[in-house]
């Protein structure tokens, strides 16, 4: 169908106790982040100021065409790649687990749209 466009997977990352915990942030790993979602590059692009510690906000659309907005950005401190503001509802709301699967994509067409999707952990065999 026209919904469903081509898209390519860009990365899954397997989320831990502490991106569903009270720190209500997703760490994007860091070969992952720089490869796929490169900061100064995204700032610039966007005409922001690029300060990769304040941030962008990212647009990711999920499989039922809801749209999710999240602030992405680098933490000095720990030196990590972080999904904060917006991802606390995304848990929520999907009732996200550690061990479940959070998978980025993006379509291959011109718009270059980016999806999140997400998978229920497979249960042990």
Known sequence: SAVLRAREVLFEKTVTPSDVG??????????????????????????????????????LEDRTGKVWRFRYSYWNSSQSYVLTKGWSRFVKEKNLRAGDVVCFERSTGPDRQLYIHWKVRSSPV
Do not use: C, D, W, Y
């Not at 790993?29 to 490169?38: I, L, N, S």
């Open 22 to 59: 009270k720190l209500n942030r997703l760490v994007i790993p860091k070969q992952h982040a720089e490869k796929h979602f490169p900061l100064p590059a995204m700032t610039t692009a966007m005409g922001m100021n690029p300060s990769p510690t304040k941030g962008v906000l990212i647009n």
